[in-house]
Each structure stands twice: as structure tokens, then as C-alpha cells.
């Protein structure tokens, strides 16, 4: 590989000449070879098994940009492969878009595309396509990433709200709160020793394993944003049934709740980056359950709770140790900016 | 559509709980409204008639936001329409991604959103999954778009630089240099007064009947960022094969050249926002020209030169208007920052 000519990136880099066909066919395209991409086409042509497809794009702006556990290049492939896992199919491309700021430094911009390498090769998805802007110190922090993918919808599985039935459990695949709490925790302001590490995780290989052994998951999301409480909230008004989840079933490391009760979070509304939420039939859920827990991303999975008949409106309620009760409500979204 | 209860956008608006949920629901959905969209899922769930698709994503950054002949919207709709338009395909569907400054007010972005529904609207094409991210006041420049494309590709089209023959002719489908040149004049520390407008606009409408008519078309490159230079000398070097274009043949709009004289810009490196360049077999080339003509976006269609023989290496040359000779140089990229 030829070494880059500078250390920081500099606008022109952006300027769709030398400089940044230079710093692609130098840096980002051995890092993240394969032939498509490596046609540098206007698009990626691509030939899929079915035209039945999935689609998704996130933007990421987690700060700080590493992390125990992870960074924001793992954490973008991670949060777009997760997405298409639990719409129901099975990753097969990324696009990776970048915006940069002026002077940002080419080594860490390496050690971002190392990440994005090493998660895309893992879980056997190809960044096909690219783009990458840069502008004036000040008018970005940093980097920021986005990522598009694009799954082949796994054949016979069609997960949806609808399908969503009283007596359903819910199923959860491990701790809640662990990337939320790590974040928090490593920022400048706050910072302190502790040994969180953010769950961040690519989890195709576990809920494709699920979904092509078990005919009863319903319906799957991964609690990110909002944490376990905007999940269930969003599962109950759109399913238009209530929820109970048990809060002695819901795994919470100690570490992340000690951390959580000293700053004021409830655990309930902190993002999660490698988990879902999976509503499955009664009959499949002890199934789902030994599945997960074969699977390494799966070993602390637990059936957090049920659906259960609407009384006046969908309600999520939490039976708390003590055995009473309260409502989890939609969190308002002031938690935590910049978590993801 | 309820009113926002907010001006300005907040940080919360980002947090992934009923701020954004309002946010989505009653300003973003009723604007860009289709049924994928609608289920609001992790990813968006598609049936696509053939799985011989194009894939390709973009970012924006341009500065300002609104400029004459576009805005942020219509330029990241169109520019990754175009993308797919030029690699042979029909754009089908859309992920939209935006990262927004907390403080950005609420009317602009309803004001980019109409744009993007109008663009996406008029090319039928689905905006069909999203994502928003906010950041801290002075974290990002206002509003960055992040646009990832869907198409499916054109039966029998097979668009590609190992097509490309010495004889084959070059063809622009009209006048270079406008966006680049409106962005530019645009500038707060430069801003002049001019009747300058961006060629903004979405291409497919105009590739589309070309690649369905003429089998002739060997390849097709929209020359944005690097400008007519950048993708002249990317054809040349990926088809190993030089380049004569004449320069009496480009068009050129008087106030674009006037202004680029100005400045001290050479408008073959500026950047277009609705041109692409195709090359095409001789025989084809005047059906080409034919069919430009009678679209709008190709009323000043011209061929503008011939693949030649390579002697050394591959090189683009100019004839100037004394039939002087020039190479035409990949430009270096620190033209203009943040252009699209």
C-alpha cells in the first residue's frame, strides 16, 4: 500500500480530483476490497437472489468516536446489519458514505476503516459503494458516517406488527444498557474508571439462525435509541395490546445499573447496539430461548415478559421485584445525545 | 398535519423517543408519504422486479443550503438518481439520512423536505426509510443529507468502460460549469450579483429513454465534483484509451464563462448537478443527439469529441478555438469545498 502524502485530511481531499482518488484507491479501497467496489462506478451493480429486499440507512455521530467495546466505524456496520437482521433478512451489501472534518487525522480515519473492514468481513457483507465529503474545521465534529444496506429477505419469514398476538412472549437476547452507560460514561465531561463495555455487535448470524429454525418469532426490533422502553412502547401502539415484562427477568449488568442509579438514567430508556427485542409464539419461545443461548450473542437471553389483552389503552407495565407495578412510559429523547 | 410544537430543532429530536416520534410522524411522514415508508421498520421492505439491482449513496454538505435553480433536497435526490441513472438503471427507491445542528429552524427543513418530496414525486421514486441524528450547536454546519439509492437495472443495458472504442463519440447533454459556478457566486464572502442558476435537475427520465432506444451507449458518468475534467480523464485512464474533445463544441453558458474568468476557475473543472457525458458508438451518435434534443434536459446536447489512440499513456486533449492543443488535467480538488 502507498503511503497517504499528508496526515490530516484537508478539504480538497473532498474536491472529487487527485487528492481524493489518491486517498481512495490508497487507503479506503484496500481496506475494503472486493470487485464491485473496486470498479469505483457511479453505483454498485449488484446481482441478488431475489428481488425481495430489504433497505436501510442510519447516520452515526457517536461521540467519543472510540470506545470500550468499540468505535463508530463497528458501531455503523453493526447498526445497519442489525437493522436488516431483525426486518428478516439476511445482509448482503453496505454503502458507506463519510463526512469529514478539515485536519481530522488520517490515522484514526484507518483505524475506523480497519473497524468497518474487520465487521463487514466477519459477518460476509461487502461495502459495494462509497462517498466521502469533507469540510471546514468547525463545520463538523470530526466524522460522521452513514450506511445504507441492502438484505435479501430470508425465504418464508415476514415478521410485522400484525402478526403480534395476546399470550406472545417477549424475548430479549441478553443485558440492557450496556452501550448507552459506556458512552456516557467516556464522555469528557463526566468521564470515569469503570469496566462498562458497550455490547455493540453485529447479530445477522444469531437472527438468521432464529428466523430459519423457528416458525414462531412474530416480530423482532433492536433497542437502540430510546432503549428497552421506546422498543416496547413502539411494539404495543402499533400492535394495539398492552405489555408486562418482569423487572426481576430483565438482565441488567450490575456495573451498568450502579452507574445508571448514580447518574439518574433508568436503565429501561438507554440504548442498546447489539441486542433485539424478539415478540415470539408461547410454543416457539422455549426453542428461541435455547437457540440464543447456544449462540454467543445470545448466552444471557431471557423471556422478559408477555403481551397480554388492552384494557382501556396499550399499556407497557413493568412488575417491578416488589411485585408492584408501573407503567413504562415512552421516554420524551433528552437522555443522551450523540450515543449512536 | 398537526403543527410542530418546537421552532427549532432540539437535541432531544435525536433521542429516538416521542420528540422525534412527533417530529417523524407529523412533519417528515406527511411529506415524503408512501406505504413503505408508513411502517416506519428497521429497514424498509421492498419487492423489487428483478434482483439486478444498482446501489450507490451520497452525502451533502453544499453551502448555502438554498441557492438559485435547487436546494440541499432536490440536489441529494437528484444526485443519487443520477448516479443510478448513468450506471444503466431505473431508480426505484430512496433511504433518506439527515444529521441536524440543534437550533436549525424547523421552516427550513419543512422547506428541504418539499423539495425532496417534489424531486422524488416528479421520478417516481419512494423515499422508503430514514434516519435523523441531531448534534450540539456548532457540531455540524446546519444540515447534512445523507441519500442512498435503489434501482433496478435496464434489460439488455450493460453500461461499462471496457465497452469503450477508439471512434467512439462524446456526448454532453448540454451547458457545463452552471452549478458549480451559482454555488460559488453564492458564497457569503464572495456573493455577486448574476443571473446564474444551477443545472440541478434528476436525469433518468432523459438516460432512460436513451438506453431503452439506442444500443449503442457504451458508458455514461455524471461529471459533478472534478467537473467535464475529472470524468474525461477517469474514462481515458480506466479505458486506457486517450481523448480529443474541442473546445469550440462545449457548451458553455456566456455567464458561466464570464464568471469563472472572473474568479480565475476553469470551468472544465467545475462541478454539474444535471449533466452526464456518454459515450457512445459512432453510429449511434447522432440518434443520441436526436433523442437529447427533443428533452429538456438535452436541448444543447452537443458531441463534444472522439476516443482516440493512445501513443504513450492515456491523455485527454483539448482543441482550443485556435486549434491549439492542451491536455486536459484530472484536477487536484481543492477547487471548491462543499459544493454538493
Redesign the interface.
Known sequence: MKKAKHDRI????????????ELIRNLILPKLKNDVLAEL?????????????????????VKPLFFNGGDIGKLAVCGTI???A??G?KPI?M?????IEEGFEIKLLEKILDSISEQARLNNVDV????M????A????KI?I?T??????LPNVDLGMKNIAVGDKIIINGTIGDHGMTIISQRKDIKFQSSLKSDCACLASLTCQLLQNITGIKFM??P????LA?TLNEISRDSALSIEVREADIPIKAVVQTAADMLGFDVL?I?NEGKFVAVVSPESADDCLNICRKHPLGKDAKIIGEIVQTHDVPTVELITKISGRRIIQ?????????I?
Open positions: 484537508l478539504l480538497a481531499h473532498g474536491g472529487g480530483g487527485q487528492l481524493m482518488d462506478g457511479d453505483s454498485a451493480k449488484l446481482n441478488l437472489a431475489s428481488g425481495s429486499v430489504c433497505f436501510t440507512t442510519d447516520s452515526y455521530v442489525n437493522d436488516l431483525v426486518a433478512s451489501a454503502a458507506l458514505s463519510l463526512i459495494v459503494t462509497g462517498d465529503k469533507t469540510v471546514e468547525g463545520a463538523a465534529d460522521f452513514n445504507a444496506g441492502l438484505g435479501v429477505k426490533r433492536d437502540t435509541r430510546g432503549g421506546a430508556n440504548a415512552m421516554p420524551y429523547g433528552r437522555e443522551l445525545p450523540r449512536c
